[in-house]
């Protein structure tokens, strides 16, 4: 319900949350569409709204501070667990769970029992922390195993090529006469036949995502290629061979 306590909560939360997802929509995700973006600035009134509401901890010293964390947080937690559009979820959740009291510690709480107990299990905790690496090996994974460099420099020009979109080309002109002479297009350019002036690559150059181009023809069983550090095509040794084969029938 909106009364005298709360109506300068919901205005406030309502401007902000539509100033914030202005941001994510036209800045953040570069959209276009009014409809969309309407969309998105909807939502995130209704949920700023329907929290602000009752915001029980706005009393207390620690509420702004603590609703700084949470949100900075929740855009975190949001942009590793689901890109995009968890970036405007995850704000929102930092603001609801901002919007709540601390727990006395000298209060029985069942959050904090059940998490006392689960620290008890060690095997239990070990998982958690496993799974958290896992998750962020998973977000990550393009930095990780990338057949594009994370860092480039070509010509005088500087590149992220990995984090850049797939459709991104860059034009290279000649400093005197001032006319294109190579265009590289970030998702087919051989980088390693470039005279990279300086480049970083990710610790895996390969990248998942993109076809073998040398034995996308090939059968497991035939005659598999690759590339040396000089750009010279060579066999792959026949005793490879077999132990791929065999992995193939697992997959």
């Keep these: 319900m909106i009364n005298k306590e709360n109506k300068s909560d919901i205005i406030i939360a309502a401007i902000l949350g539509l100033f914030y997802s202005i941001l994510f929509s036209v800045f ?8 969309i973006i309407s969309i998105y600035a909807i939502f995130s009134i209704i949920i700023s709204v329907l929290i602000a509401r009752d915001i029980k901890s706005k009393r207390e010293d620690y509420f702004i501070s603590n609703l700084i964390k949470k949100v900075i947080f929740g855009f975190v937690f949001g942009w590793i667990l689901w890109p995009g559009f968890g ?22 709480s069942f959050q904090q029992y059940a998490w006392l107990q689960f620290k008890k299990n060690k095997i239990a905790l070990f998982c958690l922390y496993l799974l958290v690496v896992l998750v962020f090996i998973a977000r990550f994974a393009p930095l990780i195993a990338n057949n594009q460099p994370l860092y480039a420099v070509y010509k005088g020009e500087v590149m992220f090529p990995a984090f850049s979109d797939e459709k991104t080309t860059l034009e290279i002109t000649d400093p005197k006469s001032g006319k294109v002479v190579e265009t590289l297009q970030f998702d087919v ?14 610790p895996i150059p390969y990248y998942p995502g993109k076809p073998d181009k040398y034995n996308r023809t090939k059968s497991p069983s035939s005659k598999q290629f690759y590339k040396d550090k000089n750009g010279k095509l060579l066999e792959v040794p026949t005793k490879f061979i077999p132990f791929t084969s065999y992995n193939l029938l697992f997959l």
């Design 28 to 35: 953040y995700l570069g959209e276009k569409s009014p409809v």
């Design 87 to 108: 970036e405007l979820i995850g704000p929102l959740a930092g603001f609801y769970l901002s919007s709540k009291k601390k727990v006395d510690e000298n209060n029985f």
């Design 189 to 202: 350019t051989d980088w390693r036949k470039l005279d990279l002036e300086s480049v970083i690559y990710a």
